[in-house]
């Protein structure tokens, strides 16, 4: 049985500049990886147990769905709370949550791995997913959107159905605002980037003229970035090729990973640029790339990284990409 619970709502630690999200619904999320007995609402059959579709694929009702999206029923950000005002995110009161939290469900049947997708069934769910960004960024309340997926019990996954999950924030998280001031602050910080990654032969593959690298200084052995060789901001408003590119990247990466460390727990996210209303153009440069890091949750995180912001690898990023390449 389900209990009722506060909203989520957000905090903010002015020592660190920490901002958490306390979404105590959470906590009511049905876990099939730690053992749980789940009946899957994200199989086809089941769809009685999700929300209703926000979008679908194909579109039309009469054909079978092969991927869907469709509003999180634990959100960490809910739709119907109201903007914050004047104290905003800095104040030491606690803030509405505000913003969308959806699902994206990647296969209507129950597989784990985005390998067992066809490739023409992958490139639709990444257009799906660039199709609900470009709604949010249209919505003058959203701030910044984000695809993000957590494979495996490692990666905080609780299904094993096979998904990724979009959401929408009315602020710049804090992670977001830092890469951008850098990126403010820096001539061409994503073209250096690459020259660099190609200088230090870190590049493990392409796919149109969308690159995928080892970063200079990777969290994780395998952690790879996948980033347009042109300056893009924001992945809503790519173009068919290059979603085309990533669909096939991504799964070439994964495939790559499986190889080299069998079952392998992996995070991913997208982080592009705020939503033009949002921020100022001082604060959006024109240099900017979308990009997608994929983390491999190889190493657990322990005190040093947890207490410093420093992480520990055992690889080197030259290693890493060799072996990407070479799997």
């Known amino acids: 049985m389900r209990t009722t619970h506060d909203p989520p709502h957000l905090r903010h630690d002015p020592l660190t500049a920490r901002t958490v999200v306390v979404a105590p619904g959470r906590a009511d999320r049905p876990n099939e990886l730690e053992g749980a007995t789940v009946r ?88 799906l997913c660039r199709e609900r960004l470009a709604v949010l960024a249209d919505r003058g309340d959203i701030a910044w959107a984000m695809v993000f997926k957590n494979s495996g019990v490692k990666a905080g996954a609780s299904l094993e159905h096979v998904h990724s999950q979009l959401v929408g924030l009315d602020f710049v998280p804090p992670f977001l605002a830092a890469e951008l001031a850098v990126a403010a602050s820096t001539t061409d910080p994503f073209g250096n980037l690459l020259r660099q990654a190609a200088a230090e032969d870190r590049i493990v593959m392409a796919a149109g003229d969308l690159v995928a690298l080892v970063p200079q200084a990777p969290r994780q052995p395998f952690e790879t970035w996948i980033l347009p060789r042109s300056a893009e901001g924001s992945f809503h408003a790519t173009s068919p090729d290059r979603v085309a590119a990533l669909a096939e990247l991504t799964q070439s990466l994964i495939g790559r990973l499986d190889r080299l460390m069998p079952g392998a727990d992996y995070n991913w996210w997208l982080h592009q640029l705020p939503h033009a209303h949002a921020v100022s153009d001082a604060a959006a440069p024109a240099s900017w790339h979308w990009h997608l890091e994929i983390l491999p949750r190889i190493n657990g995180l322990a005190g040093f990284e947890l207490g410093t912001g420093c992480h520990i690898t055992t690889m080197t990023p030259h290693e890493s990409a060799r072996l990407l390449r070479d799997a």
């Open 40 to 127: 899957c609402p994200f199989c086809a059959g089941n769809e009685s147990l999700t929300p209703p579709d926000l979008l679908r694929s194909p579109r039309s009702p009469a054909e079978p769905w092969q991927a869907r999206i469709v509003p999180n029923r634990f959100p960490i950000a809910v739709d119907a709370t109201a903007p914050r005002t004047a104290v905003g995110i800095q104040g030491e009161r606690p803030q509405p949550a505000h913003g969308v939290h959806d699902v994206v469900i990647e296969s209507p049947a129950h597989v784990r791995s985005i390998l067992a997708i066809d490739p023409a069934g992958w490139r639709a769910v990444w257009e």
